[in-house]
């Protein structure tokens, strides 16, 4: 029973304030608190840890390192890399070296503060260009091929080489990193755990402490934002809050602090590529090649999962049939970036689209021009050997051209433009295309476990994990559509380990897809019991004609007086199992690494945005005016959610490519490491003006022929990073416009104003000398 | 003895002995256990802790919203404090959790209750005659949201602009005398906030410690925005003074006998801007205020904090600076004025003994025709420190020669800095386009910009000219060509 009016169900609770997050449910008696002690240098070796003047600290009940580890200090989910405590050498600053544990969480935080260290510090390296040379690679550089590269540039009119930098990006979820363990019965323990990967959490507590992961429960109600920063960052968290309830068998809670969580965890890799794009003439794209460095700071995390979606991306919705893509995931003295919405897509589409804004420059051509021409076509092939099927990149394209007439309004901003000198407009396109699956094929699995109770209400215990995707909404749309019964039957409960076995986590953007089919699997097995039942009380022979619809039993399309509650008693009372569980796996996919090729996506998620600013010339800074994009959705299960999901990307990646600016100093220490330093988008930097368009299309794959959303609007952002260069070049100025993101204000106005920095310094440099 | 702190949380009456120094945020969520009001970022940057602070004013309450992670127990006395679950009905949604609800203008929902209250804030209390989506967004503009983008909370929000406004099913609710109550008459509020301007009536006022002890504690708080970010884990362990618990420190008056303003130094941002005497001569000062923190930090943060503070990029620092003002300082015994152009020595060393308050501020009155003008640019526009701000007052005669020039910046040197030599250049010139490019080429020597997380050394010269040009663009176009200064 789909209806039209959907609904986002915890945000009744969260708008009056009852939501629960970790740290909001009642503290059970005893309760210790945990804080982390870090690394204060971002690459040295460890030769002691004084905590003498910390234990004697007020409250102060334990202080753990390496050495209290029962289990193994290895949290590593990729390769074994990632120690849970230094011991001897650090690699990031704020790389965790202790755990305070004391009576409140202000004592705790204090304690931190007596730790001393000795340290022996060494130069640290952040340019991944740098441990590229220095060949520090985290695992095997990776080349993703189609066609002969080498061979087409000899056929081209036009061949350009450059760069592009793109830098990181601070997840930024409002709710910071935290846990909760609280000891259960003997040596076992319950994990609370903000986390989008409670399995990867179970596993690696279990690990630690040496215990087999039974003994390890863990629940997450929701998540306070994830983004991809609590894939595989909770987990050390959760594991450091298990030890310590491990140890002294009392529940711990541990709460990032915001400075820490900025400080301490992962981000977006920054990225830096070298391209090379050879066109004809008239702008069609025939070969292209380029070089990531990726940016995988200290861990190896997930970034070889990263790297790997960056090659998948690497020609985002075009077609180009000669291509050589290479990747490599350089070590440095960063925090281990890790995932983040587009998981290294993005990186991969920023420099395609720098090298079409660069030839667009030198053909003379608006960058619309080349890449409406150079768009995807149904039947044509990726770089990584897939056919794309039921393709959508000229189909949104052109919706968009339609709804919002590109050259009409090209043709405004240039009127614009022609009578300002002191704003400017920019206009720019971005077109997405993004695969969905996991591009570890295993991962796409999933279970779901549903109880139905004999008054009629249902339970439904998933993998997927609530961060505010709505992922619950859109599982009480499903199973209630697959049963047939009003929503308000339907409780999603939290994901839990105990009902749900080797989850695969909440990201790739396939929570839905996995976790929504296995549901409707799981109705579908309950349903067909029904069936015999009822059939069996009707004399029907043909239980295959026996259908519900609306809470009530048809048969051979005509009513009965069987309703849903009527059925679940009866199922009870014929002790009928009110319980099914079911599994899912993702067909039809496959990846061979040996050969870079296969079909690694179930099928892809396309659109195109065209974005709108004005530059303020005088002041260098910009404001978004209009963003107008039409997005390939599938038919929607819950289209309120999925609005929020397109508009919360847009806004994501919007920030990614202005304001957010990651600033690391050369010693790995992180500059920008507080919200008064950090700027992401606030409501008045967004633009009011947003309108979103959705294609909808049945997409025969996803469940009830939805798509996945979650992670394919961030990159519309992208455009913005275009639209203000667009901008720019309307001003009379010969700025460089190199291709390095985010485009702050700052980098803006000493490009528009370059050759005028170099004049302003001539005053302060002659009052200087006449004061000699 | 010292008396217990006393007010009403929402519909409880609280007798605390807790620390006055004790964060608000903290004593919700770990003393009363209300978790609802969340806790983001603990530097006032995010609003994910909003709570609405009322007080009784002429037998009503009137309500602001604050950010609790920035608000001292020690402040709550005589007042009403309402947290996310003091705005609950006893069933179903206020109607702003409603539009909330029924947009999705809450994912994740961390910083949903925030956002309900700074919304409900402008519901219940903000004095705009007619609501409109502007008005929710300056009320929800310290609240930062990851998740939804803020389009589905504007939609929220325009639904309800049309449910208050004329022609919508609750417009009569926003015209009453009394919006409160009109809010609880039609069930939208829970009932119990029409007798809490009875309840705070009987609370007695604390005894008022005489200002001469004031030295006695470790730190002095005024609105608390620059100290709890400083050494917000250090102070619940510290003895503090609340400064607000004197009134007399506010309040602004135009003494024309004297020829000046006379403003209380605990004036807030918000009280500074709202002032019809300083709009007078400030005309743009809202949109001003616009740039500068965010309305909850504002209806907080003080000018004489601000001063204190000595951050080179104060930003109310650069305007008073440029109108000349002059601090006054009592430590009981001896009141000293200093002028303040004189009163920053080196980085965040100024001319104040530890004893002293600055209980005034005093500025000239400018001569009509005079335009003061403020600039800054920031990375992000609102709730941003700035990279460089700029203040100016100026006069021109009527032949346009300069008549009243002084000029100042932000972020360019170790202190809030006069721009002494260039006001001085201009003064008694023609205000031509090269004479302000002259003076351009003098402010540079003035200047030493170092590179720093908010930008290069570079940024800020180049900022420097740009801002300093842009007080003659806005202000004299007449005279000068922005067209050539834009050129230059
Ligand atoms: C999120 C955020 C955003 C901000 N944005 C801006 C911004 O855009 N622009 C800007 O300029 N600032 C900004 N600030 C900084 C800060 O808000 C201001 O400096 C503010 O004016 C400080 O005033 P206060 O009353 O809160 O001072 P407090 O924090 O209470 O005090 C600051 C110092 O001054 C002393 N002090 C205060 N008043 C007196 C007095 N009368 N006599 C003696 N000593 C006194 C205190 O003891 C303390 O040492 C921001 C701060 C935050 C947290
Ligand atoms: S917690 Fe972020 S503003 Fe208070
Ligand atoms: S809903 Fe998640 S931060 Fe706003």
Redesign the interface.
Known sequence: MASDKT??Y????????????V??V?PPAGMLHAAVFGSPVANGTLRGIDISEALKAPGVVRILTADDIPGENQIGAVLPDEPLFASDEVHFQGHPIALVIAETY?DA??ALTLIKTDIDEKPAVVDPRVAHQNGDILGTPRTFALGDVDSAFADCDLILEGRADVAGQE??????QRARAVPTEGDRLRVFSSTQSPYAVQKAAARVLGLPNHKVEVDVI??????GGKEDQATCWACMAALATHLLRRPVQLVL??LDDLKMTGKRHPYTADYKIGLTRDGKILAYSVRHYQNAGAKTDLSLAVLERTLFHSTNSYFIPNVRAYAASCRTNLPPNTAFRGFGGPQGMFAIESAIAHAADELGLSREEIQRKNLLQEGEFFPYGQRAEHARAVPTWDKADELYDLDAWRARVDAFNAEN??HKKGLAAMPVCFGISFTATFLNQASALLHVYTDGSVSLSTGGVE????INSKLIGIAARALSVSESRIKVETTNTTRVANMSPSAASATTDLNGSATVLAAEELLDRFRTLIARELSAQDPENITFENERVYYRGKPTDWTWEKVVSQAYLSRISLTSQAFFATPNIWFDKSREEGRPFAYHVYGTAFLEVTLD?????YEIDTVRLVHDLGRPINR??D??QV??????GLGWMT?E?L?FGDDGRL??H????Y????????P?D?EVHFLEDENPVGPYGSKAVGEPPLMYGIGVYFAIRDAMQAT?GDAPLPFDAPL???KV??QL?HR??AR?????R??AAAGE | MTQPVTFWLNDQPIETDAPDGLLVLDYLRRQR?L????E????G??G?CSILLGDLNDGRVVYTPVTSCLVPVGELHGRHLV???GL?LPSG?NP??QA??D???????????GF?VSMCWYMLGSPDHKPT?QGF?RA??G????????????RASLDLVDRFSEGGDLHHVWTADDRVAALCDAGLLPTYFTSIADHLATIAPLDEEPMDRLEEADFFVAGGTDLY?QKG?HL??TTVKILNRHPEMKGIDRLDDDGIFRVGALTTFEEFGHHPDIQAIIPRIQDYLFLIASLPLRIRATLSGNIINASPIGDMTALLLAMDSTLVFDNGDRRRPVPMKRFFKGYKIFDKEPDELMTEIHFPIPEPGTKIHF?K?S???????A?VNSAASLRADEQGVLRHVSLTLGGVAAIPLYLKETSEFLLGQPLTTDVVLDAL??A??E??PIS?????A??K???A???L??HF?EHFSHRVS??AL???
């Open positions: 609904k986002h915890d945000a009744e609770l969260h708008t009056r304030g009852l939501s629960h997050y740290d909001d009642a202000e935080r204090h997840h930024l979820y409002l709710e910071t929701r998540l306070g934002g994830g983004f602090h915001r000198t002191a961060m505010g995707q709505g010339v005088l002041r260098g800074i309120l959610v609005l929020g508009e919360g990307g847009l806004a994501q304001l600016e600033a500059l920008s507080a919200l008064s330093t700027k992401a988008p606030d409501g008045d930097f967004l009011d947003i009379a702050t204000p700052e106005l000493l104003h005028r920095v302003i310094w001539e005053a302060p002659e009052a | 256990l978790t609802g009001t969340k983001g970022c603990k530097e940057d995010c994910a947290s996310i679950e609950n949604l702003v959790q909330m609800v947009r999705c203008g809450s994912q994740c929902g961390f910083c949903t209750p309900i989506l967004q929800f503009s609240n930062l949201c990851r998740c939804t983008g803020y389009a589905s909370i504007n970010v884990e619940p362990r600039e640019v990375k992000r526009k609102c709730l941003d420190i990279t080429r003098i540079q020597g200047i030493s720093d997380v908010r930008g290069s570079d940024y010269r180049l900022l000219h740009q801002l040009c842009a663009t922005p067209e834009l050129a230059s």
